[in-house]
């Protein structure tokens, strides 16, 4: 199995570097970018949610906070190493923090919702609130409604005058969603992912078998968190400005929508998802005759009527019920599979 | 002395409008185990009913007591029909749908009223209480929350309408074996719970300048308040909406209105820490 495992790997590798370097050819990198970062940003719900089944609905205070520790630390600072190790690193020990509330709560689904989302608006309110000269966090002014603009973008670690930016920036953060891509994999093919997955399943059956489910369910949160902080800490670097926006429920509300359209329970889903949508709502904001929102809306809500697994779980069945027959496996035999395929993604 | 008063009415006004805006929110939810996060998206078309039949000619008083809650109760009643019948027992589906839903209908009010602040003035007029200057119309809005609560209590206690409901809700099966379409019960709980969203917004409208994203300042009052609440409909709204109107109005006193709003968000947090069935999945437990 693991021999099949290193085949996939090298297939995902080829043809990321495929897609990475053919993508700038038919939209700017600019662009690129945002959608590779919004990626990244839907993996950690992903990661969460599709194989964790904690519904998350603050994956972008997570977000938010990446992209302000950046803000403020580089600011701080003045270079860009130890602000993005930072920028991951406080939204991962928030979230820890939070989780180990909830968890050791035992709070399950809509009571875990609230809390999250209000923890979300909480951020919102405070940094929305926050243009005052008081509000300062070393040399960082808050800025309130304003954000934080001007501070320094991401440099080659050492040298903090040679900025990357532009197409340099669009390849880093390409290849730091490959390396978050296969980090993911690692960890669901650990023992870790796996005993993960089971709560998913069966959280009581899981706890029976010895398993402490509650912290193993705070480090997947955090895990998370990190991921969605590094993608934040990119946003940063890209819009070279941080604004309150970042943590608004519309923020959230979409990240979930990228994951549902995508497919749960997949790596590749909740990025295709994510790039998919905003590109398409990239095209939208080209025209005023519909608006923006009420198409989001209706692609929601159709998706859940219709196709609530996602995009890349319906292509990945209809493929194996057309050229998957020759395997001549019985029906236990497939369930099996899919069991595995779930957790292979 | 006045002072005082006018706190208490501040109070007292902080926490009828809780009660006010999660009514239609723990209608469908304590009863249906819906969770519509197009809530504040139903109470939005409210507030735009009443301004639309208010500049039609209509006197306000009508337009947002009966036309508000019948227009947003029949779109309610569509959007049950088309979307949220599929989904019963399927919380999570339910939510991201109505989320999806609530998406849809800020899209619909941006491309029908467009994107910009419109609002009518407050049909009563304030009066000075010593130093301070109270709103009349706080006042109308603790009287109509009063009311309804009573209202809801009396339907769903004492009336068969109210016991057909509330079996429905509890046994579904049971309610259909005795001749009952649990079908129509929900559609018409429904109904109910939209039209309360709609009374809401509607009433709540000449106090706020009404765009078509003012319902996400709602939603998460309401769900908190009704989540917080627990498994009792009116008692669980009672006592929640109590709760947070109070530490909302302590800290906006003391403090500043934006740490009023974050006491309440931080107090919802412990709250469902302590108590994650919610007050009432602790204490009054069994009453309405």
Same mark, same amino acid.
């Given at each position: 199995m693991s021999r099949s495992w290193g085949r996939q790997d090298a297939a995902t590798i080829v043809a990321a570097i495929v897609l990475i370097w053919l993508m700038p050819l038919l939209i700017s990198t600019y662009t690129l970018t945002v959608l590779v970062i919004y990626g990244m940003l839907a993996l950690s719900?992903?990661?969460?949610?599709?194989?964790?089944?904690?519904?998350?609905?603050?994956?972008?205070?997570?977000?938010?906070?990446?992209?302000?520790?950046?803000?403020?630390?580089?600011?701080?600072?003045?270079?860009?190493?130890?602000?993005?190790?930072?920028?991951?690193?406080?939204?991962?020990?928030?979230?820890?923090?939070?989780?180990?509330?909830?968890?050791?709560?035992?709070?399950?689904?809509?009571?875990?919702?609230?809390?999250?989302?209000?923890?979300?608006?909480?951020?919102?309110?405070?940094?929305?609130?926050?243009?005052?000269?008081?509000?300062?966090?070393?040399?960082?002014?808050?800025?309130?409604?304003?954000?934080?603009?001007?501070?320094?973008?991401?440099?080659?670690?050492?040298?903090?005058?040679?900025?990357?930016?532009?197409?340099?920036?669009?390849?880093?953060?390409?290849?730091?969603?490959?390396?978050?891509?296969?980090?993911?994999?690692?960890?669901l093919r650990s023992s870790f992912g796996r005993i993960a997955i089971g709560i998913r399943e069966n959280e009581t059956r899981v706890s029976l078998m010895g398993y402490d489910v509650r912290a193993r369910k705070t480090i997947?949160?955090?895990?998370?968190?990190?991921?969605?902080?590094?993608?934040?800490?990119?946003?940063?670097?890209?819009?070279?400005?941080?604004?309150p926006g970042l943590f608004s429920l519309g923020q959230s509300a979409e990240i979930i929508i990228w994951c549902i359209v995508g497919g749960l329970g997949t790596r590749l889903g909740p990025i295709i998802g994510a790039a998919g949508l905003a590109y398409l709502k990239f095209l939208l904001g080209q025209q005023s005759l519909i608006d923006n929102t009420l198409i989001m809306g209706i692609i929601l809500v159709l998706f859940v009527l219709f196709l609530p697994k996602g995009i890349v779980p319906a292509v990945a069945s209809l493929w194996k019920a057309s050229f998957g027959r020759r395997s001549g496996r019985k029906s236990a035999g497939r369930r099996h599979m899919r069991r595995v395929d779930s957790a292979n993604g | 002395m006045d002072l005082s008063f006018v706190i208490l009415v501040e109070i007292f006004y902080a926490v009828a409008s809780l009660a006010l805006i999660s009514a239609g929110l723990a209608v469908v939810f304590g009863m249906m185990k819906v969770i519509n996060l197009a809530h504040g998206e139903f109470m939005m078309m409210g507030g735009y009913a009443t301004i639309t039949a208010v500049h039609l000619g209509v006197n306000v008083f009508v337009a947002m007591l009966i036309i508000a809650p019948l227009i947003v109760g029949l779109i309610g009643l569509v959007v049950e029909r088309l979307v949220i019948r599929h989904l019963y027992g399927r919380l999570?589906?339910?939510?991201?749908?109505?989320?999806?839903?609530?998406?849809?209908?800020?899209?619909?009010?941006?491309?029908?009223?467009?994107?910009?602040?419109?609002?009518?003035?407050?049909?009563?007029?304030?009066?000075?209480?010593?130093?301070? *200057?109270?709103?009349?119309?706080?006042?109308?809005?603790?009287?109509?929350?009063?009311?309804?609560?009573?209202?809801?209590?009396v339907l769903l206690k004492t009336t068969r309408i109210g016991l057909i409901a509330r079996g429905t809700m509890q046994r579904s099966d049971m309610a259909a074996a005795l001749g009952y379409s649990p079908d129509r019960i929900y559609m018409a709980t429904?109904?109910?719970?939209?039209?309360?969203?709609?009374?809401?917004?509607?009433?709540?409208?000449?106090?706020?300048?009404?765009?078509?994203?003012?319902?996400?300042?709602?939603?998460?009052?309401?769900?908190?308040?009704?989540?917080?609440?627990?498994?009792?409909?009116?008692?669980?709204?009672?006592?929640?909406?109590?709760?947070?109107?109070?530490?909302? *109005?302590?800290?906006?006193?003391?403090?500043?209105?934006?740490?009023?709003?974050?006491a309440l968000l931080i107090s919802a947090v412990i709250l469902l820490r302590l108590l994650p069935q919610g007050v009432t999945g602790k204490f009054f437990k069994g009453k309405m």
């Open positions: 719900l992903g990661l969460i949610w599709g194989f964790g089944g904690i519904l998350c609905f603050g994956q972008a205070a997570f977000f938010g906070l990446g992209a302000y520790t950046y803000a403020i630390a580089a600011i701080n600072v003045g270079e860009s190493t130890l602000p993005m190790i930072l920028a991951v690193f406080v939204p991962a020990l928030f979230a820890a923090l939070l989780g180990a509330m909830m968890f050791y709560g035992r709070l399950t689904d809509v009571y875990l919702g609230v809390i999250t989302l209000v923890v979300t608006l909480i951020l919102f309110k405070f940094v929305n609130s926050s243009a005052g000269p008081q509000y300062v966090i070393g040399e960082a002014r808050l800025g309130g409604f304003n954000g934080i603009p001007g501070f320094h973008t991401l440099n080659i670690p050492g040298q903090p005058d040679e900025y990357i930016w532009g197409d340099a920036l669009y390849y880093v953060c390409a290849v730091a969603l490959l390396a978050v891509y296969f980090l993911v994999t690692w960890l997947l949160f955090a895990i998370g968190a990190a991921i969605a902080g590094l993608a934040g800490a990119l946003f940063a670097n890209w819009g070279e400005i941080v604004t | 999570v589906d339910t939510m991201l749908a109505t989320w999806g839903l609530s998406l849809f209908f800020i899209g619909m009010a941006t491309m029908i009223f467009g994107n910009t602040t419109t609002s009518i003035t407050t049909p009563i007029t304030g009066f000075a209480v010593g130093d301070y *200057q109270i709103n009349g119309y706080n006042f109308f809005i603790i009287f109509v929350s009063a009311v309804l609560l009573i209202s809801m209590y429904f109904f109910c719970g939209s039209a309360l969203s709609g009374l809401a917004g509607a009433v709540l409208a000449p106090l706020v300048g009404l765009v078509p994203t003012s319902g996400g300042a709602y939603i998460a009052k309401a769900f908190i308040t009704v989540i917080a609440g627990g498994p009792s409909l009116i008692v669980g709204l009672i006592s929640s909406s109590s709760l947070f109107g109070v530490v909302n *109005q302590i800290f906006t006193f003391g403090i500043s209105p934006v740490f009023g709003d974050v």
